[in-house]
């Protein structure tokens, strides 16, 4: 069974910093492409950045030079580290992992964790 788990959400206060965890389990994670994305209620899921099982690194254009995403296959874990937040930054955060197999694709989501940044 795939599990894709984050954690690492909460409130914080524009200019502050989180961290996003997200532990995957029931794939082989270094074989997957990961990826953090966001969404608030009534748009679309937007890209916020992404790794791959190569290490390129895509960031979306909104948060490039504040968030760092990282992973570790030791620990099947990905990570997203976001500094100088603003409050356009709330949104519920989901983790993804996705690659394609013989024109097969896989690709799982997390449930998602809140940010909120507000005064």
């Known amino acids: 069974q795939v599990q894709l788990v984050e954690s690492g959400g909460g409130l914080v206060q524009p200019g502050g910093s989180l961290r996003l965890s997200c532990a995957a389990s029931?794939?082989?994670?270094?074989?997957?492409?990961m990826g953090w994305y966001r969404q608030v209620p009534g748009k679309q899921r937007e890209l916020v950045a992404s790794?791959?099982?190569?290490?390129?690194?895509n960031y979306g254009d909104s948060v490039k030079g504040r968030f760092t995403i990282s992973r570790d296959n030791a620990k099947n874990m990905v990570y997203l580290q976001m500094n100088s937040l603003k409050p356009e930054d709330t949104a519920v955060y989901y983790c993804?992992?996705?690659?394609?197999?013989?024109?097969?694709?896989?690709?799982?989501w997390g449930q998602g964790t809140q940010v909120a940044v507000s005064s």
């Open positions: 029931g794939i082989a994670f270094t074989v997957y492409d």
């Open positions: 993804n992992a996705v690659r394609s197999l013989r024109a097969k694709k896989y690709d799982y």
């Open positions: 790794i791959t099982s190569v290490y390129s690194i």
